[in-house]
């Protein structure tokens, strides 16, 4: 089983629709959560982390179920720019020591 | 600032060859680190380094060493390439450790081994 788990979509939404997407973790002792997004042959880019209290940045929602090791990010109101590979990213530890989801992939469509 | 760098960005290798990727970072980072991207893996930590002189495994070592003479660079180097090496290598580095810190990453350097 993977460390962190997401579904790989693609998602397919149009544009100014509502999309969440989910992601589990398996290891109990992750301390630190993020959301990274990844366009299409380029390098991942940190999109925000992920606080048990969830925090939000505009358009964007995250949410963390300690209990239940389950993170979320909603995207409201979704932009043609919004387009891209969503990684779930779990730290554990010291030294950065990050574990990555697969990814999973959005296109917003006219 | 530039950020983070690596060299070259495509390189094609015969199995057996070796070869050094480059990363660099002008951000005054203590912690860098080398991923590989394989399709349906996601990003796996080769090596990791928390400063200059410091270095250690992470979780798909094998076939690749490291070394971090300054705080600045953070060379990959494969020691003789094999097909199972075919991916793309990021570099990341970031200003603390704990995995709380947000990592930045290099462009990449996408790697084949025939």
């Known amino acids: 089983r993977k460390e962190v788990e997401q579904d790989p979509g693609p998602f397919n939404v149009p544009e100014g629709a509502t999309v969440a997407f989910n992601c589990t973790y398996s290891?109990?002792?992750?301390?630190?959560f993020f959301w990274y997004r990844q366009d299409c042959r380029k390098e991942p880019k940190l999109l925000m982390s992920?606080?048990?209290s969830g925090n939000e940045d505009g358009r964007f929602t995250a949410q963390l179920n300690r209990a239940s090791q389950y993170i979320s990010l909603l995207i409201r109101d979704s932009k043609l720019s919004d387009s891209a590979t969503y990684l779930c990213?779990?730290?554990?530890?010291?030294?950065?020591?990050?574990?990555f989801g697969t990814g999973t992939r959005l296109q917003v469509t006219l | 600032n530039a950020g983070v760098t690596q060299t070259p960005k495509f390189q094609v290798l015969k199995t057996g060859q070796s070869m050094t990727l480059q990363c660099a970072q002008d951000?005054?980072?203590?912690?860098m680190s080398w991923y590989r991207q394989d399709p349906g893996m996601g990003l796996r930590l080769i090596h990791y380094?928390?400063?200059?002189?410091?270095?250690d495994q992470g979780e798909v070592p094998n076939g690749y060493n490291v070394s971090r003479s300054t705080t600045e660079d953070f060379p990959l180097r494969l020691l003789s390439a094999a097909p199972s090496q075919t991916s793309v290598y990021f570099c990341?580095?970031?200003?603390?450790?704990?995995?709380?810190?947000?990592?930045?990453f290099g462009p990449g350097t996408r790697l084949t081994v025939t």
């Open positions: 380094s928390v400063g200059a002189g410091i270095t």
């Open positions: 990341a580095s970031s200003s603390g450790g704990g995995g709380s810190y947000e990592q930045y």
């Open positions: 951000m005054n980072h203590e912690y």
């Open positions: 990213v779990s730290g554990t530890g010291t030294a950065s020591k990050l574990t």
């Open positions: 992920v606080y048990s």
């Open positions: 290891n109990s002792a992750s301390q630190s």
